[in-house]
Nanobody, 124 residues
Framework: QVQLVESGGGLAQPGGSLRLSCTAS????????MSWSRQAPGKGLEWVSG????????YYADSLKGRLPISRDKAKNTLNLRMNNLAAEDTALYYC?????????????????WGSGTLVTVSS
């Protein structure tokens, strides 16, 4: 049974930082690309970042590149998202996702499994 469990969300001040983690189980973690997506209140789903199975390539939404670096730890079966210089518009539910293949397709259309999400709230 594939399981993706996000953690690390919470309340942060504008300009602050958070580190999100996703613990994966039930599949060969090293064989699949992984992604982060988010959904802000009243808005549609937005793809944030993806990383290939071999960690050789990472990809980011243009509006977030350089501010939310993605990484993975194959030994621990975890996917991470470092959130830096947070702003109010970053408030959203953040979802960890397993993609269908070893290379990310840079979108949520190729997702095979979703986590339940972790809430990030940025407010002063």
């Amino acid at each position: 049974q594939v399981q993706l469990v996000e953690s690390g969300g919470g309340l942060a001040q504008p300009g602050g930082s958070l580190r999100l983690s996703c613990t994966a189980s039930g599949f060969t973690f090293s064989s699949y690309a992984m992604s982060w997506s988010r959904q802000a209140p009243g808005k549609g789903l937005e793809w944030v970042s993806g990383i290939d199975s071999d960690c050789s390539d990472t990809y980011y939404a243009d509006s977030l590149k350089g501010r939310l670096p993605i990484s993975r730890d194959k030994a621990k079966n975890t996917l991470n998202l470092r959130m830096n210089n947070l702003a109010a518009e970053d408030t959203a539910l953040y979802y960890c996702a397993k993609e269908l293949e070893d290379r990310t397709l840079q979108g949520y259309y190729s997702i095979s499994y979703w986590g339940s999400g972790t809430l990030v709230t940025v407010s002063s």
